[in-house]
């Protein structure tokens, strides 16, 4: 295993490297620049003050020597400084990574606490009216987009109904007290992480439905259940540890997409986490926080590969890596 392990590490290098070279290209080939928003916003700037602060950006070099340049302050540990907030971008991705954990950690709680009873539940009733309902739910889940979806639960639950704010992160003024602190914390989570955490569900409760089917049909199954042991024992002693295999796949390789899926989600309710940070910086032409942001995604998602990997071999003792 441990062999496995260091030679998929390896192979994530030049994967790593070949996302951080087209991300770089694509992003200082985007139309504009941060000399060009700071003409249009002072007409008086001269052609030499342009290229003094070409110089000082180091815009006036080949991309080439930016991106070596850049590769070599993420290697010693520099992120970069941010033209924007005139901060260093590791300090500001300090600032807004909490809050996007905190948001897609509650939805990733909330698909799983509901997507894996429903999927079983849906998989031993099937063709039940209550399996066409949930079948009827995962698809509208799949076919809505997640800012539409948060549109509608800002209108009915925080505009119409009035129980929760509709954007935010905090309130403006909140009584002393760990409790009350975190209790507000807690409203203004509830819409985005329900936002997230239902779309999720739906994939991941179909997922769960085939796999059990598929996993009850086997002959092991039907041993089980010729030797008197109880439904119960039979569905989660059973069926319930192989069936639960292919849903890891998903559910690891589903959380850098959950992290893509936030950055909708937080532009939608003003949430100031990693996604509405990204749009941002994509917006002021902030190439090294967006480079951050791309390169922390592309990390997660060989990371939670690997993690798939290892978790197969650890629930199914017949899946072994030499």
Known sequence: MSTYIIRRILQFIPVLFLISLVSFILLINMPGDPIDMLMMSDPNITPEDIAALKKVYGLDQPFYLRYLRWIKRVLSG?????????????????????????????SFIIALTFAIPIGIFSAVKQYSIWDYFWTVYAFFGFSMPSHWFGLLVIYLFAVKLGWLPPAGFRSVSVEPGLINLILDRIRYLILPAFTLGLISMAGWMRYMRSSMLEVIREDYIRTARSKG????VVIYKHALRNALIPLITLIMLAIPGIFGGAIITEAVFAYPGMGRLFIHSINAHDTFITMAIVMFLAILTVIFN?????CYALIDPRIRYS
């Open 78 to 106: 520099d992120l970069g400084f941010s033209r924007q907030y005139k901060l260093p971008v590791l300090e500001i991705i300090k600032r807004n990574l909490g809050n996007t954990v905190l948001l897609i950690g509650s």
């Open 229 to 232: 042991l109880s439904e119960k």
């Open 306 to 310: 690997l993690i798939a990997d290892i």
